[in-house]
DNA sequence: CTGAAAGCGCTAACAC
DNA sequence: GTGTTAGCGCTTTCAG
């Protein structure tokens, strides 16, 4: 055949050379109105489409970004996704998602795969933060930066909360209320470094208030609403229950909220439970959630901005960036039952 | 500099041609044993990392699809994102993702950019099925597959449910409850077809029932908790208020649940509530809520195979799949309160 | 302001 | 089995 470049045909049809055609798609203004005009009327009438990849072949920029998380089926990373998505798009990226389901390996395929289609960069909340594919990439010099987590020392650039301090303070409102037995579901410590630094504040809250640290009170478990009900059902059937629950996300406090009910517990008359999030649904369960907000959206959008600078070659001002948390203090928390802290004061 | 082209090297090094490099990746059987593995070997030492653009460019396949959704934010739909991404994985396709927002505007310009990115297939849950940019896609070779919708006689293939019947057995629930006043919050009809289906089988089913149609008790809101919660109470406020809510999907009854408790109402006591999704929190509020569950994660595998087979040319058996919906009966919903009734019959 | 030409990294005949 | 050689569609100096 003649010719099955695309561009070649607009530029035959408006007597023009395939440079200038690539010209007016990129730099309209180096072309004359006349000749931009006649093809970009060709370029209507042909239907043309311009090529990304071919583009991003000979530019060595693909106009892509890789996210992986966890799961999109979590709200909190719905909503940070919207966030990237949103400032990506502002600037012309598409993204490829992936979905890491707190896999440290599907993680490293997810990288691979990303890294063969040549993502200008990546931004991965990741399950594991050391892991030897994110690194290589960045030394391959794809950027990475991580979300969720701030990890100050790491090698790696990120932008996240202080998951430690936000589940400390959470622990402490509790303390303060009254709580001295606080059990804690934690999700899998080993598939999210988040999980763990919860748990270190759930640990210093109550160290700092001279609280002993029981560890028939903490419970590792998948981040599953059903996980989070039996969960707090375990916690709940061994002598010396808590009054007070911390879970390390959301969709454990859910889980652990709905099977209290079902057990026909007040709350928080009978059990405080904290989530960790504030995902969409918080505001909304009876009695509502209390909760420790997260800027998701904005950690979304950060992270993107942070990428899409290192991309650009321009050394963001911060490379690990902390975004405020907040307690939402609403209805599943208060003062713990009067017998229990009689029973408490007896021992 | 001598070569760039990463392949090259990897040749050079291994003493073979490019093209038995490309063999070992695309078709390692028809390479000997040997140099199979020093070419692998190469590679490994190299760090070698394969280049889809260029592949894709020769090949004319990108090996990506574009998946379309109003907004992943919507649990519904990052259940169904994990399913197509689950198929799409296993059959080596990664995902490009844009949220529309229920914007044919933008709905359409995530399709012209994913056109551009050469996607190989796209599954869209479009705002406006009939989308100019959606022909023209499917047109141009691009195999597009709507979902959630049923579509029968749509000019574009589909997996979805049928809407109407469902919505027409949750009403037809309410009816033999016992209720007449039966109330529908619905997603803007502008901005999805399906909430306008859902409305359909609302109107089927009352006029089944020989049910009169009262316009006042119908409120079309965007898709927002807060919708819900303000829809229902503007619906309580009039005079002969319902004792039933339809709600074209869960986020709008999560809201109107919500509102509705706030008010101090007894659930279903005094007012019975319905959603459409069986999202997963939907089994978790106080009460559980009522809803008609959807496929979601099956729709997304099923929409993800039929794109796929489009792509390989496969003529797939079905071109409009429609997936079993079911009535998740729990706890918003009862028979309507006696006064009420008592009311009923006295007009 | 516009054109010519050399790639970008890989694939796919077609030979050997 | 393995190598040669055209491209795939676009960008980008470098001239003019």
Redesign the pocket.
Known sequence: ?TS?????RVAELA??????V??V??SP????P???QRVLGVMQQLNYT??VL??S????RSMTLGLIVPTITNPIFAESTRGVQERAARQGYTLLIGNSDYQADEEARLVRTFRQHRVDGMIVTSSHPDSPALLEAQRAGVPVVLTYSSRLRSPLPSVGVDNQAAAAEAVGYLIRLGHTRIAMLAGTFQSSDRSYARYLGYNAALAAHGLPRDPALLLEVPYAPEAGANGLLRLLDQPGPPTALFCSNDILAFGALRAALDRGLSIPGDLSIIGFDDSPMAALTNPRLTTVAQPAYAMGERACDMVLALVAGTPPETTALVLPTSLQMRETTGAPPPHVAATHQLT
């Open positions: 055949m099955r470049q695309n561009m070649l007597q023009v050379s395939i440079a200038t690539s010209r798609i990129n203004d180096k072309v004359s006349e000749t931009r311009y090529n071919a583009g072949l000979t530019r060595q």
